[in-house]
């Protein structure tokens, strides 16, 4: 007071801090099974609160598995929490999809021999690589057409590279079937007859013949006569032809 007495009391004030940090969820977001999940490139959450100039955002991934092996959903959950344990939460959903198709290379076009085998092995097989799927599954399916002679054709091989969540990608080769091997003849030896026996092949020899493909090979002759040194003699020079069914000929000849 004026005469310099004086009296004292106390108040105490308490400065708490009870309020979260306001926080800002990344953006849901979809990327391919071959993408990363880091947060640098699915999107960072942020947050500001009242007193804390620096909350700490951390999170938390909860993963369920999607319709097949390489895709899933990524439930993120961000929290902010200040220096006085003051936290929140949000929910980030990231979808992870495969939806490319594996990159399919086939084997060259070919060209083989009726008798060789079409078989992959020996054609050549397709080959695949998928930006997810290690092993991505690979067919082959076969279009045939006729060619020109019975033992040709044209294989038109579609192959189909698949992984394993349905994405296909395809590719063609064809395959030539040719026949341009001509038969194996064999001429009956050559023959000395007397004038008054027949020159028929059933008396002087028939020639054989096989063949690569067709089973069952045409065979026919062709006679050149010169006369001999008597009107009774003469030569016979037997021309034998081997024909199979794509026109491959081959020809020996027999001396009557």
């Known amino acids: 007071d004026a005469c310099g007495n004086v009296s004292t009391c106390t108040q105490i004030i308490n400065i708490v801090d009870t309020t979260p940090p306001v926080l800002t969820c990344a953006p849901d977001i979809t990327i391919e099974c071959d993408d990363s999940t880091d947060p640098s490139n699915t999107g960072i959450s942020t947050a ?8 700490e955002v951390t999170f938390e991934d909860n993963v369920e598995p999607g319709d097949c092996p390489q895709e899933m959903t990524i439930f993120r959950t961000w929290t902010a929490t200040d220096s006085c344990g003051n936290g929140t939460n949000c929910i980030q959903v990231i979808t992870v999809v495969d939806t490319t198709a594996p990159v399919i290379a086939c084997p060259a ?12 092995v020996l054609t050549g097989s397709a080959t695949a690589t998928d930006n997810c799927d290690l092993a991505p599954n690979i067919t082959f399916e076969d279009a045939v057409e006729p ?10 091989r579609t192959w189909s590279a698949e992984d394993a969540c349905g994405n296909v990608s395809t590719c063609t080769q064809i395959i030539t079937i040719d026949d341009s091997t001509p038969p194996v003849i064999t001429c009956p030896a050559d023959i000395t007859i007397e004038c008054d026996e027949i020159a028929d092949p059933g008396l002087t020899g028939v020639a054989t013949a096989t063949d690569n493909c067709d089973l069952e090979v045409e065979v026919t002759y062709e006679d050149v006569v010169v006369a001999g040194s008597c009107p009774n003699d003469s030569t016979i020079t037997r021309t034998w032809t081997a024909t199979d069914d794509c026109g491959n000929e081959s020809t020996c000849v027999q001396v009557i």
């Open 48 to 55: 500001t609160d009242n007193c804390d100039p620096t909350p």
């Open 109 to 120: 076009d070919i060209t083989i021999e009726c008798d060789e085998d079409p078989d992959p």
């Open 147 to 156: 060619g020109s002679c019975p033992q040709e054709m044209v294989i038109t």
